[in-house]
């Protein structure tokens, strides 16, 4: 069992972060492509000015450092300084739900299954995404599946992701859905901006633990309803959390966490910094004023370890591994590094 992190009184798993894997193999960018496809190379220049300033003006407010155009060197490299990040940091693993494909993230992970857990990504749309799920997991080792769900134009709910949804319920994953507004692509509409679209899946594949990240990234309301009537939706508090500005009244850490915790409890909380770029690397400063936010709410040492911790490894089937049992005899030992 890893110890506590620097300074914290319990060990922390980051559930969400991303391998910068660089140049990004498929899925890619496909948001990109058809807006390239429609409109042209130029005019996406223009929107991408708009949110390179924005991006610009988050990173001062933070203190973040600009990210290094490409990763320096390759893979290995990069998961070198990654697992000096967990280790300096103390943290017990970190999660990468992308990492340029599910064959190079698996490498990735299988270099150190101490430290790296990873998750499968792929387009839940195209065909054969369910027998690509079940590879990924029983033949690659990954422990999860991530979908960015407003990339896609078809509902989440659409009948044909019926064998992707059985799949991962069989197997026992859990699937974290992006919803929201998407930063990068500069996307705030569509048929899966809302978490309320994942209820008739939620509720009709009640074995799938899914995680809605980020506080619900814009859609508190929504998450909470979902949350409310789904026992198997937990949420993440990964990144800035910066979406709360563009709420139409006053919202701040705590009192959004307040509300989490009132609808579903500590148990389906859990912590993720979303880290992904380096020089920045693990984004501590996340994971203390998320634990700050927690102590001034006067959560309880043992629902700390939940939210840290615990939930991320139950969901992840780490607690059995750590006693000696197959953590999930559906996932494959990972390839030795
Ligand atoms: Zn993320």
């Given amino acids: 069992m890893p110890g506590p992190a620097t300074g914290l009184p319990m060990p922390v798993l980051d559930f969400h972060a991303h391998f910068p894997a660089r140049p990004a193999s498929p899925p890619g960018d496909p948001v990109r492509a058809e807006y390239v496809r429609r409109h042209g190379e130029a005019r996406w220049a223009v929107v991408q000015k708009w949110l390179e300033a924005d991006l610009a003006a988050w990173r001062a407010a933070w ?4 990210p290094e155009p490409e990763p320096q060197g390759g893979d290995a490299e990069t998961a070198a300084r990654w697992a000096q990040e967990v280790e300096r940091h103390g943290l017990a693993r970190v ?8 064959d190079r993230l698996a490498a990735v992970v299988g270099s150190r299954p101490d430290l790296f857990v990873g998750f499968a990504h792929h387009d839940p749309f195209a065909p054969g995404a369910a027998a690509e799920l079940e590879r990924a997991v029983v033949h690659l080792g990954l422990r999860g599946y991530k979908i960015i769900a407003p990339l896609h134009r078809q509902r989440l709910d659409d009948d044909r992701l019926a064998p992707l949804w059985e799949t991962a319920e069989r ?16 996307i705030v509409a569509g048929p899966n901006i809302s978490p309320l679209v994942l209820q008739d899946v939620a509720r009709g594949f009640p074995g799938i633990p899914f995680v809605v990240p980020h506080l619900g990234c814009g859609y508190p309301r929504e998450l909470l309803h979902l949350m409310w009537v789904c026992g198997n939706v937990s949420v993440d508090t990964s990144g800035s959390n910066e979406w709360m500005r563009w709420m139409p009244y006053d919202l701040d850490l705590s009192s959004l966490l307040r509300r989490f915790l009132d609808t579903a409890g500590a148990e389906r909380i859990i912590f993720g910094s979303d880290s992904s770029w380096f020089p920045r690397g693990f984004a501590r400063r996340y994971l203390d004023e998320q634990f700050r936010a927690c102590c001034e709410l006067g959560v309880s040492d043992e629902d700390l370890r939940l939210i840290f911790f615990g939930n991320a490894t139950r969901l992840l089937g780490l607690r059995k591994e750590a006693s000696g049992q197959p953590a999930n005899p559906a996932i494959a030992k990972p390839p030795p590094p």
């Fill in 63 to 66: 203190g973040f450092p600009e």
């Fill in 95 to 102: 999660v990468f739900v992308t990492g340029g494909g599910n």
């Fill in 171 to 186: 197997l026992g994953i859990p699937v974290l859905v992006h919803f929201g507004p998407l930063r990068y692509q500069g």
